[in-house]
């Protein structure tokens, strides 16, 4: 190191300390207290780690990170409890919503949440989800839709939209023969258990913020016991859809949403009787 350098360097230093730039008022960041401080292991551009930070900033600005138990699946969602510091617990492919339901009737003053992928609470878990938003399950589910299946390599997913590649689908999704994609929270809005159900998006930072307000709904709904949240988020899967991080972005806004249009399909003031 030459001695400009060092010059300059203690420049800056002394910039920082006489100026206190470095101040928690001048933060445009902090790391939610929920959120553990552990290296990221998703692909790069996926939607899943904001999703997690979203629920660390929801759980901690309602103060009930003691309260909370979620429920994690196979899937790219299993990791979910290295980032989290709240209780957890795993669950069998496309069970997370079953072992919610008994977590949740044995301490009915826990807050409770699923987090799940599309081939898992779509595919696997079909039944599972269905009947537990039918019965009303007082609890949230957050459902990660993003076409394809993540972990397990890339394999043609109920969400996958028509002409779609993937593993399995190698020439495109054929509605002919391997049928149409499952909105299947479309189809959850329906049942009479459900209490809230919307569908959102993390791709910008509209979308983000929209997001969260959506999964704070959830959770504070679970206070009036009136039934089942479902919260779905629109996401993006560059590494099995072989784009870059910006390229499934764009990917997802101009196929995705228009198959999966975003907005809430059932809210408390809407809900049928």
């Not at 929920?34 to 551009?45: E, K, N, V």
């Not at 996958?160 to 391997?178: A, C, D, I, Q």
């Not at 998006?201 to 509209?206: G, I, L």
Request: negative net charge.
């Amino acid at each position: 190191m030459n001695e400009k350098t060092m010059l300059d360097d203690e420049h800056y230093e002394n910039v920082l300390r006489e100026e206190s730039i470095c101040t928690t008022e001048n933060l445009v960041y902090e790391r939610p207290e929920t959120l553990l401080d552990t290296p990221l292991h998703y692909c790069p551009g996926c939607g899943h780690g904001v999703v997690h930070r979203l629920i660390a900033e929801v759980i901690d600005e309602l103060g009930i990170q003691e309260q909370t138990i979620g429920v994690a699946p196979v899937g790219c969602a299993v990791f979910a409890y290295n980032y989290l510091n709240i209780d957890m617990s795993e669950a069998a492919h496309g069970r997370a919503s079953a072992v919610a339901t008994g977590i949740k009737r044995v301490m009915p003053e826990k807050y409770v949440f699923s987090y799940q992928g599309d081939g898992d609470l779509a595919a696997i878990g079909t039944a599972e989800t269905i009947h537990t938003c039918n019965r009303g399950e007082n609890l949230l589910i957050i459902f990660i839709n993003n076409g394809i299946y993540g972990m397990t390599g890339g394999q043609m997913a109920p969400t996958t939209l028509p002409g779609m590649k993937s593993t399995t689908s190698p020439f495109g999704r054929n509605v002919k023969s391997m049928g149409a994609p499952l909105k299947i929270t479309d189809l959850v809005a329906q049942l009479p258990g459900t209490y809230y159900v919307t569908r959102q998006s993390v791709h910008k930072p509209a979308n983000v913020r929209k997001t969260k307000k959506a999964i704070l709904k959830g959770f504070q709904y679970q206070k009036e016991d009136k039934g089942t949240c479902f919260v779905e988020v629109v996401s993006n899967c560059p590494s099995n859809w072989k784009m870059t991080p910006l390229e499934s972005n764009k990917f997802l806004e101009d196929q995705m949403l228009p198959f999966y249009p975003l907005g809430d399909l059932k809210t408390p003031e809407r809900k049928e009787n």
